[in-house]
């Protein structure tokens, strides 16, 4: 089983992108670790004590660990103590793979952690340093979906989640504040149905999750391939 760190701008952009791969992932046994680079406030209903009630609620439902960073929201920057503070959480947990957002987006959030959590990979390895825990590269960075612009996804793989579809959408509704209370934000949730059902039709499944690496993904056979 291999330790697995999914990095997010905001608490919910994990849930969003990849809420159906990081529940299977998770029944699989693997130790899933969502890291959350700001509490995600100001937001126009939410509030820094209701956020955290709705991101304990969604790891419950995926039945995954969270751990915040407390970076700023709205203004984080690529500098040396984000990305070493995001080497350290990559030190602790051992992560052997880091999933992080696409590197397109029109968020700056987005853009900025993509940047920190690429640069954290290299941190994480470094001896003679400050940063605390064992050092650690982890093999693969895999990008996730969450993006702000109207991009359509062009995926190296896709995930099989037709089982953790009805999974993913209620660890997404467990953020009342963004995509219950708000109506034009209910409409997400149904996008992302739409979305990943598409995304399942392009492998003959039901529902997927798309996927890109700039690394060759590497395979001893090819029995877990979607036939």
Not at 26 to 35: D, P
Not at 185 to 214: C, D
Request: hydrophobic share 35%; glycine share 6%.
């Amino acid at each position: 089983m291999a330790n697995i760190l999914v990095a997010g701008p905001h608490p919910d952009d994990q849930e969003l992108g990849m809420g159906g791969t990081i529940a299977r992932l998770a029944k699989q046994g693997h130790n899933v670790l969502l890291l959350d680079m700001t509490n995600g406030e100001p937001t126009p209903h939410g509030s820094p004590e209701q956020r955290k009630i709705e991101w304990t609620r969604a790891a419950q439902i995926l039945d995954v660990k969270r751990h915040l960073l407390g970076l700023p929201n709205r203004q984080i920057q690529h500098t040396l103590d984000a990305r070493h503070a995001v080497a350290a959480v990559i030190r602790e947990h051992q992560a052997s793979i880091v999933f992080l957002p696409f590197p397109q987006d029109a968020h700056p959030d987005h853009r900025a952690t993509t940047r920190i959590v690429e640069d954290a990979r290299f941190d994480a390895k470094l001896t003679k340093t400050d940063i605390p825990g064992t050092p650690i590269y982890p093999k693969w960075l895999i990008y996730y979906y969450c993006t702000h612009l109207r991009h359509v996804a062009n995926p190296s793989f896709c995930i099989d989640i037709s089982q953790q579809m009805d999974m993913k959408e209620q660890s997404i509704l467990a953020y009342e504040t963004q995509f219950v209370i708000p109506e034009k934000n209910r409409k997400v949730v149904t996008w992302l149905r739409q979305m990943n059902g598409y995304m399942g039709s392009r492998i003959g499944t039901e529902y997927a999750e798309p996927f890109h690496t700039t690394e060759p993904l590497g395979l001893s056979n090819l029995d877990s391939l979607v036939m």
